[in-house]
């Protein structure tokens, strides 16, 4: 299965993570430059208070152990007697059990603590035995070194920038992408509407990007779709028009030729001509109420209809039929289950289910027509158990001319039109059908009203 994230996440997610990358290449180079810095400043701090602590003892000034103790100047100062012992200044055990060693400031590790330690030994005056060892340290903590300013920027900026990055990306793709939900939508609707005339949205003053030119290609194409499906409904609409005359002469001159018959064979011919007639008449009829429906010229009238009296008329119009193949035909509609509907259209929907029923129903089977009210709602089955319908065939049935085996349905007199022009009444009137069906078992047609 392919995974649903959007392009809109997946840029988010990008630029997030390129950002990401950037702050910590960036973070990494300031780091470094400012510890190397701040590591040079500890140096020199350190070798200074030394150097000020060295010159005072050269000169002799008395309270220069005191202020070594008090002066917060030399907090990093420390002397030792010439055996390392403290004298004066800083005091941790750390400090003072480091080698006395004269040089440069250096770095020296006790335990998992790092210091910079300056080390000067001052000679006692001519004649005097004593000597000093002066000591400069200060430990070298990285967030001391890197200082607050870099805590902030790592824990409040850092996270502000991703999460403005985040944002502002997801925000500007959405607006940029926001044509692409109208033009989804009014896809969708044309799918569900079956409405070919509704045009994607372009909003007055819209930039024109990719997006626009889209739109607009897009609503050229749905304008030469409109025209050609229109072009074809009048064909059909016209070609109908035009034969049901002839037809219908054929008609009543094949039942004239029928009456007037004398031989056999003249019966046989013009009965053959008369179920043709009859098919394409149907056929025809069929044809025209498609396009009406179609093209919303079908003349509708709501009116009370009790389906009981509805279901009687349906057994009556097809009990002849029914009865050469030995199929009864069952009622079982609640008293008063009255729906709001166009008589004709309904009672022309049910006949065509019934009709279907007894066509593709077994010998001596049967065919039901029940309805009842459901959550406010009417439910009208209509259910055989004839040879039913397979899997694969269930969502075809209800498109145009198709049949499920043309060779088996010619011997029925069927066209293939049957099912969508109930599923077009169905749909005038705002219900729904579907069907259930197990292959050789039988069918059950529900039509939601
Ligand atoms: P048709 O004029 O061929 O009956 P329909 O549109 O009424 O056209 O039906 C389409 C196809 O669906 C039929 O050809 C038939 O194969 C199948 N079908 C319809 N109703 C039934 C049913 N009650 N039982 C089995 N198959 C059915």
């Given at each position: 299965?392919?995974?649903?994230?959007?392009?809109?996440?997946?840029?988010?997610?990008?630029?997030?993570?390129?950002?990401?990358?950037?702050?910590?290449?960036?973070?990494?180079?300031?780091?470094?430059?400012?510890?190397?810095?701040?590591?040079?400043?500890?140096?020199?701090?350190?070798?200074?208070?030394?150097?000020?602590?060295?010159?005072?003892?050269?000169?002799?000034?008395?309270?220069?152990?005191?202020?070594?103790?008090?002066?917060?100047?030399?907090?990093?100062?420390?002397?030792?007697?010439?055996?390392?012992?403290?004298?004066?200044?800083?005091?941790?055990?750390?400090?003072?059990?480091?080698?006395?060693?004269?040089?440069?400031?250096?770095?020296?590790?006790?335990?998992?603590?790092?210091?910079?330690?300056?080390?000067?030994?001052?000679?006692?005056?001519?004649?005097?035995?004593?000597?000093?060892?002066?000591?400069?340290?200060?430990?070298?903590?990285?967030?001391?070194?890197?200082?607050?300013?870099?805590?902030?920027?790592?824990?409040?900026?850092?996270?502000?920038?991703?999460?403005?990055?985040?944002?502002?990306?997801?925000?500007?793709?959405?607006?940029?992408?926001?044509p692409i939900y109208g033009i989804i939508q009014t896809a969708n609707e044309i799918a569900a509407q079956k409405d070919v005339s509704r045009r994607i949205e372009i909003v007055?003053?819209a930039?024109?990007?990719?997006l626009y030119h889209l739109s607009v290609t897009l609503n050229r194409m749905l304008g030469k779709i409109e025209h050609l499906i229109l072009q074809e409904k009048?064909?059909?609409?016209?070609?109908?028009?035009?034969?049901?005359?002839?037809?219908?002469?054929?008609?009543?001159?094949?039942?004239?030729?029928?009456?007037?018959?004398?031989?056999?064979?003249?019966?046989?011919?013009?009965?053959?001509?008369?179920?043709?007639?009859?098919?394409?008449?149907?056929?025809?009829?069929?044809?025209?109420?498609?396009?009406?429906?179609d093209q919303?010229?079908?003349?509708?009238?709501?009116?009370?209809?009790?389906?009981?009296?509805?279901?009687?008329?349906?057994?009556?119009?097809?009990?002849?039929?029914?009865?050469?193949?030995?199929?009864?035909?069952?009622?079982?509609?609640?008293?008063?289950?009255?729906?709001?509907?166009?008589?004709?259209?309904?009672?022309?929907?049910?006949?065509?289910?019934?009709?279907?029923?007894?066509?593709?129903?077994?010998?001596?089977?049967?065919?039901?027509?029940?309805?009842?009210?459901?959550?406010?709602?009417?439910?009208?089955?209509?259910?055989?158990?004839?040879?039913?319908?397979?899997?694969?065939?269930?969502?075809?049935?209800?498109?145009?001319?198709?049949?499920?085996?043309?060779?088996?349905?010619?011997?029925?007199?069927?066209?293939?039109?049957?099912?969508?022009?109930?599923?077009?009444?169905?749909?005038?009137?705002?219900?729904?059908?579907?069907?259930?069906?197990?292959?050789?078992?039988?069918?059950?047609?529900?039509?939601?009203?």
């Open positions: 299965m392919k995974k649903a994230t959007s392009i809109k996440t997946r840029i988010t997610i990008w630029y997030t993570m390129l950002m990401l990358a950037m702050i910590a290449v960036v973070l990494t180079l300031v780091g470094t430059l400012s510890y190397q810095l701040s590591l040079d400043n500890v140096e020199k701090s350190v070798k200074l208070q030394v150097t000020q602590i060295s010159e005072k003892l050269e000169t002799r000034q008395r309270d220069v152990f005191e202020s070594i103790d008090d002066d917060e100047e030399f907090k990093n100062v420390s002397v030792y007697s010439m055996d390392q012992k403290h004298i004066a200044g800083q005091y941790s055990y750390d400090i003072a059990n480091i080698a006395f060693r004269e040089g440069e400031p250096r770095r020296e590790t006790v335990g998992e603590k790092e210091y910079i330690v300056y080390d000067v030994f001052k000679h006692g005056a001519p004649g005097e035995r004593n000597g000093f060892w002066i000591r400069g340290a200060e430990s070298v903590n990285s967030t001391v070194l890197l200082g607050r300013s870099a805590i902030v920027v790592t824990l409040v900026v850092i996270p502000l920038i991703l999460i403005l990055t985040a944002w502002g990306g997801y925000y500007i793709t959405k607006k940029a992408f926001l007055p003053n930039r024109e990007d990719e009048r064909f059909t609409s016209d070609a109908s028009h035009e034969l049901r005359t002839p037809v219908s002469v054929i008609l009543a001159q094949g039942e004239y030729l029928l009456d007037i018959a004398q031989t056999e064979k003249e019966r046989e011919l013009s009965q053959s001509i008369v179920d043709q007639a009859k098919q394409v008449s149907k056929l025809i009829s069929h044809l025209l109420l498609l396009t009406r429906m919303n010229r079908q003349a509708f009238h709501k009116e009370k209809v009790d389906l009981g009296v509805l279901a009687d008329i349906v057994v009556d119009t097809q009990m002849s039929v029914a009865e050469k193949k030995g199929i009864l035909l069952l009622t079982s509609v609640e008293e008063n289950t009255i729906v709001d509907a166009d008589e004709a259209l309904l009672l022309s929907a049910m006949n065509n289910l019934v009709s279907n029923g007894i066509k593709y129903g077994k010998d001596s089977g049967y065919v039901s027509i029940s309805a009842t009210k459901v959550n406010g709602r009417t439910e009208i089955i209509v259910a055989d158990n004839g040879i039913g319908i397979p899997k694969e065939n269930l969502e075809q049935i209800w498109e145009r001319f198709f049949r499920i085996d043309s060779v088996r349905n010619d011997e029925y007199g069927s066209c293939g039109l049957g099912l969508a022009v109930v599923k077009s009444i169905v749909e005038l009137h705002g219900g729904s059908i579907f069907v259930e069906s197990e292959y050789g078992a039988g069918t059950r047609f529900t039509i939601l009203l």
